[in-house]
Nanobody, 128 residues
Framework: QVQLVESGGGSVQAGGSLRLSCAAS????????WGWFRQAPGKEREGVGY????????DYADSVKGRFTISLDNVRHTVYLQMDSLKPEDTAMYYC?????????????????????WGQGTQVTVSS
């Protein structure tokens, strides 16, 4: 059974940076792609960005483009979310997700339905 564990959340002032990590355990093969999502109080969970394992291709939600960067360590089965120039509106619970399966389809991966494993979430709070 694959388990995803996030770490690195915390509190930071606006303009600051945080790096979230998400490590997978129990996997006997690498994931096809990883994603980061977030959910602010009273709002629906939204996709932040994703990365394809095979070629490292990434894409991001417009709200974080140019500020957030996703990277992947295939050896350690760990994905990272580097968050720079943080804003108060980035405050949310952040979740990592991964897709482990024998096959997959390409395309954008900012939808929750594209993933079959989820972490428990880590809180990010940005103060003004």
């Amino acid at each position: 059974q694959v388990q995803l564990v996030e770490s690195g959340g915390g509190s930071v002032q606006a303009g600051g940076s945080l790096r979230l990590s998400c490590a997978a355990s129990g996997a006997t093969y690498r994931s096809n792609y990883w994603g980061w999502f977030r959910q602010a109080p009273g709002k629906e969970r939204e996709g932040v960005g994703y990365i394809y394992t095979v070629n490292g291709r990434t894409d991001y939600a417009d709200s974080v483009k140019g500020r957030f960067t996703i990277s992947l360590d295939n050896v350690r089965h760990t994905v990272y979310l580097q968050m720079d120039s943080l804003k108060p509106e980035d405050t949310a619970m952040y979740y990592c997700a991964a897709h482990f399966a024998s096959s997959y389809q390409g395309g954008t991966k900012l939808r929750e339905a594209e993933y079959n494993y989820w972490g428990q979430g880590t809180q990010v709070t940005v103060s003004s």
